[in-house]
């Protein structure tokens, strides 16, 4: 049980921080398709 709790903590510790950088990739990647547009 904590072993498994500890293992889900360490996944979101890994997950969080490539989420966050993969919305800021997409982010500026829709604004260029909008700037691109107009």
Known sequence: M????????Y??????PAA???TF???SF???LLQRRI
Do not use: D, W
């Not at 904590?2 to 903590?9: K, P, Q």
């Not at 996944?11 to 969080?16: E, G, K, L, N, T």
């Open 30 to 32: 829709a604004t260029l």
């Open 20 to 22: 966050s950088c993969h």
């Open 11 to 16: 996944a979101s510790v890994i997950i969080s």
């Open 2 to 9: 904590h072993l498994m709790f500890l293992r889900a903590l």
């Open 25 to 27: 990739f997409y982010r």
